[in-house]
């Protein structure tokens, strides 16, 4: 699988930060408007409703149509694990019938004095298996404007 990762530094305290990105409100917030997402339904682990905080188990049904062009595209994403620590804090997903054929995306929250160090791990495997294979590290050029800009965002919001 190809790998892509964002690292940035955020002038707030790793409590702010983690509680923001615990919540589908963080996730639509982030989201480049470009990416048209549109959040179709929230389940918590126990099937509850729009919960408030996205644990382990949680699952957001979704749909995005890149820069209006295309039918729009419908996954699942589901949250696998989530830890939190003294000083970290972490949570993945995974992507269920989505436009890759795998991918799992870690969100890594440090503190650092007051400051917290957001990082972005993302494996993925693109669809069309060797072609896919093939063409991954190109799927850099719709990563780095995506995560970019939600980093600054995150800075922008909480800072």
Aim: hydrophobic share 35%; aromatic share 10%.
């Amino acid at each position: 699988m190809a790998t892509y990762s964002r690292r940035t530094r955020i002038d707030a305290p790793l409590s702010e930060v983690w509680d923001f990105h615990s919540r589908v409100s963080g996730l639509t917030t982030l989201t480049p408007q470009w990416m048209n997402l549109r959040i179709e339904a929230v389940r918590g682990p126990k099937g509850d409703r729009d919960p408030e905080k996205l644990e382990q188990g949680s699952q957001i049904r979704m749909s995005a149509r890149p820069f209006g062009v295309g039918p729009r595209r419908e996954w699942t994403s589901r949250i696998v694990a989530r830890e939190e620590g003294a000083g970290s804090a972490m949570f993945r997903d995974d992507m269920v019938g989505g436009p890759f054929e795998s991918w799992v995306h870690t969100h890594r929250f440090f503190a650092d004095g007051g400051e917290t160090i957001l990082e972005d791990e993302v494996e993925y495997e693109l669809p069309c298996g060797p072609v896919g294979r093939a063409a991954s590290p190109f799927a850099v050029v719709g990563f780095e404007p995506m995560f970019r800009e939600r980093h600054r965002r995150t800075r922008a919001l909480l800072e």
